[in-house]
C-alpha cells in the first residue's frame, strides 16, 4: 500500500492570522528572561583550544576547495558513461542544493543534459526527484509524477481557460529543464485531467488554478513526496456531487499511478 500524506488547503485563514498577531513583538522581549551565564562559559576554554574566526573560514575554505575538485572527477567520469568505484576519500556528502532526477522505471539519471546510468545516488546523499526520461515515457498510461484532478460542474465553460493556464505554467517554470512538461491532458466522466513529469510542475499549475479560481485544492504526496495527486474543487460542496465519479475513476485506474493498488 502506498503511504500517502494529505494536506487541505482552506479558504478561511483568518484563524492563522490572529495567532500571529497574538505573537509578542521582539520590543515586547525583556532581556532580563536571558541567560547571562553564556559569559562565564568562555573562561573554562582553555586559551589553545580556542580557534578564532580567521582560521576557521581558512578550514572552511580548504574543504570547499577540496569537495570542488572531487565532484569535478566524478562528473567527468558520469559524463562520459564510465563507471567507478568510489574511494574512501571521494565519500562526501554533497551540498543540499544539488537535486538529481531519476527515471523511476529504468533507474537512469539525468546528468549534463543528458540521461545516464546511475552510478552517483547510491554513493552520495543527494537529493533525488522523479521524472521519466525519453526513452521511458509513454510506455504506459500510467507513467506521470504529478496529476492534477480538476472538479467543477461548470467544465465545459472552465476547460479551455485551464488548459491554456496549465501550458502557460509550463512555458513560464523557471529553470525548467527539458523533461518537465505535461504529459497528458483529457476529459472523463466530468473530470479533467493534467497529467505532468515532475512533482514541481504539478504544484505550480495547481497553485495557478487555486489563485485564478479559488474554490480548495487538496495534495495528496505518495512514496516520500516522489508522487503527486492533487485535487481542486471549484466549490467545496461539489465533493459530494463527484463522489460517485470518483469512485468510477479508480476502478477504471483512471488517473492511478502505476504503484497504486487496484
Not at 542544493?97 to 543527494?126: E, G, H, M, Q
Not at 509524477?145 to 465553460?157: A, M, T
Not at 513560464?172 to 493534467?194: A, C, H, M, Q, S
Request: charged share 45%; with cysteine.
Amino acid at each position: 500500500m502506498a503511504k500517502k500524506q494529505k494536506k487541505v488547503y482552506d479558504d478561511d485563514i483568518e484563524e492563522r492570522e490572529e495567532e500571529l498577531d497574538d505573537e509578542p513583538d521582539d520590543d515586547e522581549i525583556d532581556d532580563d528572561d536571558y541567560d547571562d551565564d553564556d559569559d562565564d562559559d568562555d573562561e573554562d576554554i582553555p586559551d589553545d583550544e580556542i580557534i578564532d574566526e580567521e582560521s576557521l573560514e581558512e578550514l572552511g575554505e580548504e574543504d570547499i576547495e577540496e569537495n570542488e575538485e572531487e565532484m569535478e572527477q566524478i562528473e567527468s567520469k558520469l559524463a562520459s558513461g564510465e563507471e567507478f568505484v568510489a574511494s574512501q576519500s571521494e565519500v562526501v556528502t554533497l551540498l543540499k542544493a544539488n537535486l538529481v532526477y531519476a527515471c523511476p522505471r529504468c533507474r537512469r539519471i539525468f546528468l549534463k543534459n543528458k540521461w545516464i546510468k546511475d552510478s552517483i545516488t547510491d554513493v552520495y546523499t543527494v537529493r533525488t526527484e522523479l521524472a521519466y526520461c525519453d526513452k521511458c515515457m509513454g510506455k504506459t498510461s500510467e507513467n506521470f509524477i504529478g496529476s492534477i484532478e480538476i472538479y467543477d460542474k461548470k467544465l465545459s465553460e472552465k476547460k479551455t481557460p485551464l488548459v491554456n493556464l496549465a501550458k502557460k505554467v509550463e512555458a513560464g517554470l523557471e529553470n525548467r529543464e527539458p523533461f518537465e512538461t505535461i504529459i497528458e491532458v483529457f476529459e472523463k466522466d466530468e473530470i479533467l485531467y493534467i497529467f505532468t513529469n515532475t512533482t514541481r510542475l504539478a504544484v505550480e499549475i495547481a497553485r495557478a488554478i487555486r489563485q485564478e479560481w479559488h474554490g480548495a485544492m487538496q495534495y495528496e504526496w505518495f512514496e516520500r513526496n516522489q508522487y503527486l495527486r492533487a485535487k481542486w474543487f471549484s466549490e467545496v460542496q461539489n465533493r459530494e456531487h463527484f463522489k460517485s465519479r470518483i469512485r468510477a475513476a479508480k476502478e477504471k485506474r483512471i488517473g492511478l499511478f502505476s504503484f497504486e493498488d487496484e
